[in-house]
């Protein structure tokens, strides 16, 4: 296949890339080195996220905003640089609407516990309804499934297509005068596909409703402009974009959180206390109660850093080309299905697949015995499974550090797997 490979366009210097991630050096089960094709589920580390965090915690460890000690202000400047970073990255119009959670998932619940509790317009109640996808992962279905049981609002979503895309040919019966909130994925995690966020936000403007975007598969991989999106809220993890674990983060439209009450009380989302009442600090710290996690916010500046300087799209087209061949390679493989849409136009770098009658997790074990880290399961995307009547699927994912050898090394793997398995 090297020719093949030589006919690749728009790739990165992989070469280069890989030896700032020391876990790709790596060998498991006598000898053989890593084939890391997980990064949907969770991006590697590159040494300058790392020297961050050590960095940090050897030299500015402390707890953040109050105090007046040489280190305690250099956390703050540090935490607080990460949110200009932030910012900066997605094009945020104010840093004050760059909210730091724990991950993707908090920041989702965090919209639907806002919108449970909040007063008109926005205010989520029995006479509402809230609209999803099918394609959702479960953080953006269980919030809103939780949040449609307490409220008595109604649950509503688009389907998916035979080929892996939403099905938005009743998107004015879906969409309605009485949809309060759209949440969907930009990118889903299971099929990789895009999806189209103008016409859905369009339709959702027409009736006034609320639009939130899941973007934890298209941060680390595209350039992501909140402005752009014209959407209400975006979430997203740090995990998956060469961050560290524990950080993940909600924009929001700065009116928006000025309205809307928090989610959880503690300290720093305050100004004043008595035991009669209180009141809340502006946005962002209204939103993060307690010590956030600061070293978490200093690696995922760290992990900007380095995203930024090699630039969202370059990595957006290595990726392109990386799952052009992906697919062209796997398409080869006797007996295998993938699951979503089988070529490279309008989706991300991660491919979800079956092959024959062989279970995914016996896939994934032989695999993993010649070296080569792939998911299975549902992905956290369980609906999409049952649509497709299928029990779980592997999934394949790629990222800025992936190579054509990789996806050589993975047919070959499964070419291995048919054999195993007669």
Avoid at 190 to 195: K, Y
Avoid at 197 to 208: D, H, L, M, N
Avoid at 344 to 360: K, N, V
Wanted: glycine share 8%; proline share 5%; with cysteine.
């Amino acid at each position: 296949m090297t020719d093949a490979r030589q006919g690749l366009s728009g790739l990165l210097d992989t070469e280069a890339i890989r030896k700032d991630f020391p876990i790709l050096d790596r060998t498991v089960h006598d000898g053989k080195k890593i084939v890391y094709l997980d990064s949907a589920a969770t991006s590697q580390k590159p040494r300058q996220v790392l020297d961050a965090l050590n960095e940090y915690y050897e030299r500015h460890n402390a707890n953040v905003h109050r105090g007046v000690y040489t280190i305690a202000e250099e956390a703050t400047a540090l935490y607080e640089g990460a949110r200009d970073k932030v910012a900066a990255f997605i094009n945020a119009p104010s840093r004050n609407e760059v909210i730091f959670t724990k991950n993707a998932s908090e920041s989702l619940n965090l919209v639907a516990n806002m919108l449970g509790w909040a007063d008109e317009p926005y205010r989520v109640d029995h006479e509402t309804e809230i609209v999803t996808t099918e394609m959702e992962h479960h953080s953006n279905i269980v919030p809103w499934q939780l949040l449609s049981q307490r409220t008595g609002a109604k649950l509503k979503w688009f389907g998916i297509t035979d080929d892996g895309r939403l099905d938005l040919s009743n998107i004015n019966e879906i969409i309605t005068e009485k949809t309060k909130i759209v949440s969907f994925t930009l990118v889903s995690n299971i099929m990789g596909t895009i999806n189209p966020v103008e016409q859905i936000v369009r339709r959702a403007q027409e009736v006034g409703a609320l639009v939130c975007i899941d973007a934890s598969q298209a941060a680390p991989h595209m350039v992501l402009d909140v402005q752009a999106l014209q959407a209400d809220f975006v979430a997203f993890t740090g995990h998956k974009m060469v961050g560290p674990t524990g950080i993940g983060v909600l924009w929001g439209r700065q009116e928006l959180l000025e309205d809307l009450p928090p989610f959880l009380g503690g300290g720093e989302m305050i100004e004043t206390v008595s035991m009669h009442s209180s009141t809340y600090a502006p946005a962002p710290h209204k939103f993060e109660a307690g010590t956030p996690p600061i070293a978490q916010a200093v690696g995922l500046g760290a992990a900007v850093d380095y995203l930024s300087a090699i630039g969202m799209e370059n990595i957006h087209r290595h990726e392109q080309a990386i799952t052009e061949y992906a697919v062209k390679r796997l398409l080869e493989v006797p007996d295998l299905r993938i699951i979503g849409p089988a070529t490279a136009e309008d989706r991300g770098a991660t491919i979800s697949f079956t092959l024959g009658d062989i279970h995914p997790h016996d896939v994934g074990q032989v695999l993993d015995e010649q070296g080569i880290a792939v998911r299975v399961g549902h992905h956290c995307a369980r609906p999409v499974c049952l649509r497709y009547g299928i029990p779980a699927t592997t999934r394949a994912s790629f990222y800025l550090y992936s190579t054509p050898a990789e996806v050589d090394a993975l047919v070959d793997g499964l070419e291995h797997v048919r054999n195993f398995f007669g």
